[in-house]
């Protein structure tokens, strides 16, 4: 898949569909196993199904691939949908490692994988919707 000037899309440089799904399983398979995501496991219903469902159909979109999930559901309006769930800094810093971890564990090149790091950082920052102190603020140079 190539976008609008024939360049290839981030979703066909990750390997398309059966990749992103991949990713997905990851992302969730750690999460659901770590005692390191517990805060970011609670967030989520028992059974994930439906949650990688739609993080796949998202993360395809994002991607540049299908737009699966607008098809679905409408513009994702990220913020607005987990804006039910308490976001701080922790459970931003957990959803970011176990992504990170499962974009590493899928072996997508560097490249790709920086710059979906660079726009995933950016995304998870701005789901923010807990007012608190950065971890970092009291700590001396």
Not at 42 to 69: I, V, Y
Not at 123 to 130: E, G, L
Request: net charge negative.
């Amino acid at each position: 898949m190539n976008d609008s000037e024939g360049v290839p899309t981030p979703f066909s440089r990750i390997g398309g569909e059966a990749v992103v799904r991949r990713l997905v399983d990851a992302f969730y398979d750690r999460m659901d196993r770590e005692p390191a995501y517990a805060k970011l496991r609670a967030m989520h219903p028992a059974s994930l199904d439906g949650s990688r469902d739609k993080l796949f159909w998202f993360l395809c979109g994002w991607l540049g691939g299908p737009q699966h999930f607008v098809e679905r559901f409408g513009h994702p309006r990220l913020r607005a949908r987990h804006l039910p769930f308490s976001i701080g800094f922790e459970e931003r810093d957990q959803w970011l490692d176990c992504m990170f971890r499962a974009i590493a564990d899928c072996g997508v090149e560097e490249g790709l994988a920086k710059e979906m790091a660079r726009s995933l950082y950016s995304t998870a920052d701005w789901m923010r919707n807990r007012e608190e102190e950065h971890p970092d603020a009291n700590v001396s140079a």
